[in-house]
């Protein structure tokens, strides 16, 4: 109802704190990462978190830190989920099988996969590294996997995709769809003959000596079936996971210390992964100017240096892997706070470069703690408007006694807005991150925003139908006094003359026992 501008004055990407002791800049170290990360945890009150910094093919550091939502703490081996950082993994899996010459990148899918089909006759052309690059055409806007109800296996998810259309012709757009890599995940246990958790075993976290690290088909398969936590008013709030389907696309748990070894491989440090494959999986595709290679983005950081980077979002943890080419170092972060209301994975990791790269500590934090303290005044201040609302309906429809019944309803649309917005909150999230997901996600998200918007359309609602019910009681003392009374016209009495001037007996008798109110 009120003070959307104000959220708006409240957004935006991080906030600034004056930090308790800025680290040391230039070279990062294990004491210098320590320093950063508990000061970082002091500001910002996050839960838990792992790091893990490698630097060529040396281990810089691997730690945890704070605790789980089991309220264990959380240590170098402490496992944690992924996310979306999984999507490397699976690239790699199915690079592997590329260089065995077991599947051709640029084969159709159906050639490995004959149970993949959509609805839409366009997907007998995506292609398998289609797929990896996410420009297969599928899209959350024409397939909004997340509101659907989750399949428990990787068969089951392909099967998901038979009614499923395509958004644009494969290979011409890059649209960022978890299903490209449950796709993929299901391809590579096919072609492989085996299941897929057993294949990167075999195929990818073994050989990286990665011995901690798994893969899971869904969120309660995740250590604390995925728990964790949310960040709202300035809190954070312990919150269980929903059943998501995960493998594939991010279910991959793993550990600090094995992070370090992925890094490690990644950056090329010894022979651990072909040249060929890891520049395969690293350059982006350049399809209509996108970024993305095969589970990584190519980009720069803010002091311009080359830099590749995944990040991952469940409702309860957040993730970021990042790789900066020119000083060989990899960084790998996952904390257990849900996606936007605590981007602390991706926060931390920008801290962390600014260190390497020499600049001041910028004492950054989650933007929804600034952002949440004036969504709840405005929050506290639509359920107030919406109160006094209700308490002047009466005077209201009192003043509106002699119109045509239509006038005063027409007054009371605009009371709808909130109640419209509201409702489609999600969907407006939706289009602005081009991924689907309900209200209930937004609980998660961004609770603060979801807490205005309802009070917003509560207290509308409220006004609308206290003053309705008043306008008809108005209306019916009028009627037992004079009559027959047309609602549409407004014209009332017997003879069905207009009386605008007078009232009935009730009705002075009901606004003479009425209190005094002030004039709305």
């Given at each position: 109802m009120a003070g959307l501008a104000g959220v708006l004055l409240a957004l935006g990407t991080t906030t600034a704190h004056a930090s308790a002791a800025s680290p040391r800049p230039g070279d990062l170290s294990a004491s210098t990462i320590d320093d950063y990360m508990r000061d970082y945890v002091e500001r910002t009150g996050l839960p838990g978190a792992i790091v893990a910094v490698t630097k060529g093919d040396r281990v810089v550091h691997t730690a945890g830190y704070g605790h789980t939502a089991d309220h264990e703490t959380i240590t170098k081996a402490t496992p944690m989920p992924l996310a979306s950082v999984s999507k490397s993994?699976?690239?790699?899996?199915v690079l592997r099988l590329s260089d065995e010459r077991k599947i051709n990148l640029d084969a159709p899918v159906r050639?490995?996969?004959s149970e993949f089909a959509m609805a839409d006759p366009r997907a007998a052309k995506i292609t398998v590294r289609q797929l990896l690059q996410q420009t297969s055409g599928m899209s959350d806007m024409s397939f909004p996997e997340l509101t659907l109800p989750a399949p428990d296996t990787l068969k089951d998810a392909v099967a998901m995709l038979r009614t499923a259309p395509l958004a644009t012709e494969p290979g011409t757009k890059m649209a960022y769809h978890n299903p490209n890599y449950a796709v993929a995940a299901r391809l590579t246990e096919v072609v492989a003959g085996v299941p897929f958790a057993d294949y990167m075993n075999a195929a990818v976290f073994r050989p990286l000596g990665m011995t901690s690290t798994t893969t899971v088909n869904t969120t309660g398969e995740l250590p604390g079936q995925g728990a964790g936590y949310i960040r709202a008013?300035?809190?954070v709030i312990e919150r269980s996971h929903p059943k998501w389907?995960?493998?594939?696309?991010?279910?991959?748990?793993?550990?600090?210390d094995d992070l370090a070894k992925w890094l490690i491989a990644q950056n090329g440090a010894g022979s651990a992964l072909p040249e060929k494959t890891l520049k395969t999986a690293q350059t982006a595709s350049g399809v209509a100017g996108s970024t993305y290679g095969m589970g990584w983005y190519t980009g720069k950081t803010s002091g311009g240096a080359p830099q590749l980077q995944h990040t991952g979002w469940l409702l309860t943890h957040n993730s970021a892997q990042?790789?900066?080419?020119?000083?060989?170092?990899?960084?790998?972060?996952?904390?257990?706070?849900?996606?936007?209301?605590g981007d602390d994975a991706l926060l931390i990791t920008n801290g962390l470069i600014d260190i390497i790269e020499g600049r001041p500590d910028a004492g950054a934090a989650p933007f929804t703690m600034t952002a949440d303290p004036w969504l709840a005044g405005l929050s506290v201040l639509n359920l107030g408007l919406g109160a006094l609302g209700v308490r002047r309906a009466r005077r209201w429809a009192r003043r509106r006694e002699g119109l045509a019944a239509w006038r005063p309803l027409v007054r009371l649309i605009p009371y709808s807005a909130p109640i419209v917005f509201f409702f489609g909150l999600a969907d407006l999230i939706g289009f602005a991150m081009h991924r689907a997901g309900t209200l209930e996600q937004i609980t998660y998200v961004w609770l603060a925003l979801y807490a205005w918007a309802?009070?917003?359309?509560?207290?509308?609602?409220?006004?609308?139908?206290?003053?309705?019910?008043?306008?008809?009681?108005?209306?019916?003392?009028?009627?037992?006094?004079?009559?027959?009374?047309?609602?549409?016209?407004?014209?009332?009495?017997?003879?069905?003359?207009?009386?605008?001037?007078?009232?009935?007996?009730?009705?002075?008798?009901?606004?003479?026992e009425e209190p005094s109110l002030p004039q709305a």
């Open positions: 993994f699976t690239a790699l899996a050639t490995y996969l008013y300035d809190r389907f995960l493998n594939g696309a991010f279910g991959v748990v793993s550990t600090a990042t790789l900066l080419p020119a000083s060989r170092y990899g960084i790998a972060v996952v904390t257990n706070t849900g996606m936007i209301s309802a009070t917003a359309a509560l207290a509308a609602a409220a006004v609308i139908v206290s003053r309705f019910v008043h306008l008809v009681r108005v209306r019916n003392l009028r009627v037992r006094s004079n009559g027959s009374f047309d609602l549409f016209s407004g014209r009332h009495g017997r003879d069905g003359s207009p009386d605008r001037g007078k009232r009935s007996p009730l009705v002075r008798q009901a606004i003479k």
